[in-house]
């Protein structure tokens, strides 16, 4: 890995932060080959808040994008969402998510963080989620992070076919492929909604 001069270092860290706003202090060091105090001192000297700061304004940048859900319809925190291409939510698994013997999350949490997210892609006032094939790979212990990423792979009209990834520790816990339907509203009769 090349070493950067203080100048080139910063120019470089404040555009990575830009396009990538998670990335932890000690990742950035690391990537960098300076020590944590170096980059803290370099996102000082750029007027670039820490981590949580620049998480909180992702999330209500995100928030204040979204259309087919109220934000308290979003299952975990939105992290991120460009809606028609990409979002990003987390949840902490606390004790009242988990089966009382297993201490694992019970699988209707982490669907409903995923079928949030897949709807909260979708450009519209309403969303409906048409199909689903999902693929449960590992149990979600107690207290772990759930990361979820969608992605909108293929629109066509008012049909929006989004990929769904949770992630806890890096690893894969969930997979799904959401059919979506588009819907202004007043479209949708009672009779599709039962």
């Keep these: 890995m090349v070493r950067y ?27 960098f080959r300076v020590s944590v105090s170096t980059i803290r001192l370099d996102r000082g000297v750029l007027g670039i808040p820490e981590l949580r700061e620049r998480t909180r304004a992702v999330a209500q940048e995100a928030y204040s994008t979204l259309k087919s859900l109220d934000d308290q319809e979003v299952i975990g925190e939105l992290q991120e969402l460009i809606i028609g291409e990409r979002a990003r939510s987390t949840m902490i698994i606390e004790e009242t998510m988990v089966l009382a013997k297993a201490r694992v999350a019970r699988g ?35 207290g772990e992070v759930v990361v979820a990423e969608g992605k909108v792979t293929k629109r066509k009209g008012d049909k929006y076919w989004v990929d769904v990834l949770l992630q806890a520790n890096t690893e894969a816990v969930l997979r799904g492929h959401w059919v979506l339907f588009a819907k ?10 039962e």
Excluded: C, W
Aim: glycine share 4%; net charge negative.
């Design 5 to 31: 001069g203080k100048d080139e270092r910063r120019k470089i860290l404040e555009a990575e932060l830009s396009k990538h706003p998670f990335f932890t202090d000690e990742e950035l060091a690391l990537r």
């Design 108 to 142: 209707h949490y982490l669907f409903a963080q995923a079928n949030s997210l897949a709807i909260a892609l979708v450009d519209a006032p309403m969303a409906l989620t048409g199909s689903v094939e999902l693929k449960f790979i590992r149990p979600v212990q107690l």
């Design 184 to 193: 202004e509203r007043g479209e949708v009769r009672e009779t599709e909604m």
